[in-house]
């Protein structure tokens, strides 16, 4: 009888352990712009206003993404993205600068090792990118994109020829003084943004 109680007893404690982690009553985190809490379909982060982008990126630099490499830093995939800069509206002007990325593949293996973070920015060669940057990427040398991927716009074309900034946020949870909402996707005109960063250096 001892033992029936005892083997109910350790059911119940486990169900209500797995309860409390499924709701999750078992953790609670910080965030701040850079550091992000995962989910089970989206990543959470320090919801960011243009503002702070501005004032938190030490480079914010217009570009095209060149390639792309995979790299190890420490038990972590981290992907390296050399980007060719046109014009750079913060920061010291260079021709180009690496930023690194969360998550990446491993094909150098026998069975290839892929990593991926949700809602984490990405780049591929040959886009055409409007970047804000702080100088604290993974690898030495390299920077990493304000806000996880707030800070990472993509240049495209409408169907006029316009230039616009897309940027996707749609796997992100974004949390602020008034809770959490979903990011969104939003397109932009190019000179619009361009004219807004602008407005706030000059404050």
Not at 170 to 179: D, I, K, P, T, Y
């Amino acid at each position: 009888m001892k033992n029936k109680t005892l083997g109910i007893s350790l059911l119940v404690l486990v169900v209500l352990v797995i309860t409390a982690i499924s709701t999750g009553w078992a953790s609670r985190a910080d965030t701040t712009p850079e550091v992000a809490l995962q989910t089970t379909d989206t990543t959470l982060a320090a919801s960011l206003s243009l503002e702070d982008m501005v004032q938190q990126s030490d480079v914010i630099a217009i570009g095209n993404c060149t390639e792309t490499q995979s790299v190890w830093v420490d038990n972590a995939l981290v992907t390296l993205a050399k980007v060719s800069v046109n014009e750079t509206l913060k920061g010291n002007e260079t021709s180009d600068l690496t930023v690194a990325l969360p998550g990446g593949v491993d094909a150098n293996r026998k069975f290839p090792i892929a990593m991926s973070y949700p809602g984490a920015p990405r780049m591929t060669p040959g886009e055409d990118v409007f970047l804000f940057l702080t100088n604290t990427g993974e690898v030495a040398g390299s920077y990493t994109v304000a806000g996880f991927s707030q800070g990472k716009f993509s240049i495209v074309k409408d169907e006029d020829g316009e230039l616009m900034v897309s940027r996707d946020l749609r796997q992100m949870s974004l949390q602020s003084n008034n809770g959490v909402r979903r990011g969104q996707n939003n397109l932009t005109p190019l000179s619009s943004l361009k004219s807004e960063v602008r407005r706030q250096l000059q404050k």
